[in-house]
C-alpha cells in the first residue's frame, strides 16, 4: 500500500510540473513564430574616393621681413642719438647724429673753391686762363663737392623703413669705433627691424620644388597661439638645391599687421603640397569603443549591418579620413541610426 501510495504522489508531482511549464513553453513559440524581430532604421551614403590635399609641416624660427644695423661710414664721436629699444621708428626719421666737425671743415673748403671755380669761369669764357687749369680747378670742385654729399649722409643716420629698433649699443659722447658688436657679426649703433611683416625661410625636400611656386598659400601655426592660425605667402624660391641635405629654400611673407608675432619666435608652417585619393567620411559615422582609442563604423550590406574597424586620419572641415582593409568604393556606409546597431542585425534603409 505504501509503494502504490508513493507512486501516485509521484505522477501527481510530474502532472503538475507538466501542467506548469507547457503554457510557457507554447507562449514562447508563438512569441518567436508569430512576432519577428524590429529592424533598426538606418541612413546610408555609398563610400567614394575623394582628392585631399596632403599637407607638409616644417618647423622654422620667425625673423624680421627687414633688419638694418645703422652705422656711419667711418669711426667717429656720436653727437646724439634720438631713439631708443622699443620705439616705433618712421622712414626718413633722424637716428643718430654723428660728430660734424669733418662736414664743416668740408663745407668751408667748398665754399672757397666755388669761389675760385666762378671767377676762373667767367675768365674761361673771355679766353683769359689756360684750359688745363680750369679743368683742374673744375675737378677740385666737384670732389668737394662730392665729399660733401658723403660727409652730410653719413654725419645724419635716417631710419630707411617704418620699424621698431631692436638694438642700441651705444651712448651720446661715445666713440663709435667700427667694431663688431650685434649678433648678426656686424658693427652699429643702432639695429632697426621692420615687424608689421615678417618672413620665414623654410628648407623643403628637393622632391617637392617642381610644386612649390611663387604666390603659394601657406599656414602658420605658433605654440603661443595655440588658438589661432596665421597665413602667409611664398615670396621667393631659391633656385638651387643645397646637395649636402638635397634641400632648396623657401621664403615666405607673414602679414603681421596686428603685431602678435615677434622675429625669433618658433613656428610650424604648413604646405599643401601632395595630392592623394582618401576615404572621407562625416564625422559622425564613425563611432569610439567606450574605455578605449579603437574606432568603427557599420556597412549595411544584404539588409544587414556589419562592423569594420577602422583608424582615422586628418580632419577635412566636418568630414574624417579613415583608413581600413575592409571598406572599398561602393560600399553602404552607416551615417545615422548606428548607435543601435550591432553586428549582424537586420537594418532597413530609408533615404
Do not use: W
Request: charged content about 25%; proline content about 5%; glycine content about 6%.
Amino acid at each position: 500500500m505504501k509503494q502504490i501510495s508513493k507512486l501516485i504522489i509521484a505522477l501527481a508531482l510530474a502532472v503538475a510540473v507538466f501542467v506548469g511549464c507547457s503554457p510557457k513553453q507554447q507562449g514562447g513559440t508563438d512569441t518567436a513564430a508569430g512576432k519577428p524581430e524590429k529592424k533598426e532604421v538606418v541612413r546610408v551614403m555609398e563610400l567614394q574616393m575623394q582628392t585631399v590635399a596632403r599637407s607638409v609641416e616644417y618647423p622654422a624660427t620667425l625673423e624680421a621681413y627687414e633688419e638694418v644695423h645703422l652705422a656711419p661710414a667711418s669711426p667717429g664721436r656720436i653727437e646724439g642719438i634720438f631713439a631708443d629699444v622699443g620705439d616705433h621708428i618712421s622712414k626718413g626719421e633722424l637716428l643718430v647724429q654723428m660728430d660734424r666737425t669733418q662736414l664743416h671743415q668740408a663745407e668751408v673748403q667748398l665754399k672757397n673753391l666755388e669761389v675760385d671755380f666762378q671767377r676762373l669761369d667767367t675768365l674761361a669764357k673771355y679766353g683769359s686762363v689756360a684750359e688745363q687749369q680750369y679743368d683742374q680747378l673744375k675737378a677740385q670742385y666737384e670732389v668737394a663737392l662730392s665729399n660733401v654729399k658723403f660727409l652730410k649722409e653719413n654725419t645724419q643716420l635716417l631710419a630707411p623703413f617704418n620699424g621698431v629698433v631692436s638694438g642700441r649699443y651705444f651712448e651720446p659722447g661715445e666713440l663709435y669705433s667700427g667694431t663688431p658688436n650685434t649678433q648678426a657679426g656686424k658693427a652699429a649703433v643702432l639695429s632697426l627691424v621692420q615687424i608689421d611683416q615678417l618672413k620665414v625661410l623654410v628648407p623643403l625636400s628637393e622632391k617637392y620644388f617642381p610644386q612649390v611656386k611663387k604666390g603659394m598659400e601657406t599656414e602658420i601655426k605658433v605654440d603661443i597661439y595655440p588658438n589661432s592660425n596665421f597665413s602667409g605667402r611664398i615670396e621667393r624660391v631659391h633656385p638651387t638645391i643645397d646637395p649636402s641635405n638635397r634641400t632648396f629654400n623657401a621664403e615666405v611673407k607673414i602679414n603681421n599687421s596686428q603685431r602678435l608675432l615677434r622675429p625669433g619666435m618658433f613656428a610650424r608652417i604648413n604646405l599643401d603640397l601632395d595630392e592623394e585619393e582618401a576615404v572621407l567620411l562625416p564625422s559622425m559615422a564613425v563611432l569610439k569603443m567606450q574605455g578605449s582609442n579603437d574606432r568603427y563604423l557599420f556597412v549595411e550590406k544584404d539588409g544587414k549591418a556589419h562592423r569594420v574597424s577602422v583608424v582615422i586620419g586628418k580632419r577635412y572641415d566636418d568630414n574624417i579620413e579613415v583608413f581600413s582593409d575592409e571598406l572599398k568604393p561602393g560600399d553602404h556606409v552607416v551615417i545615422s541610426g548606428q548607435a543601435r546597431l550591432l553586428d549582424g542585425v537586420e537594418v532597413e534603409v530609408v533615404k
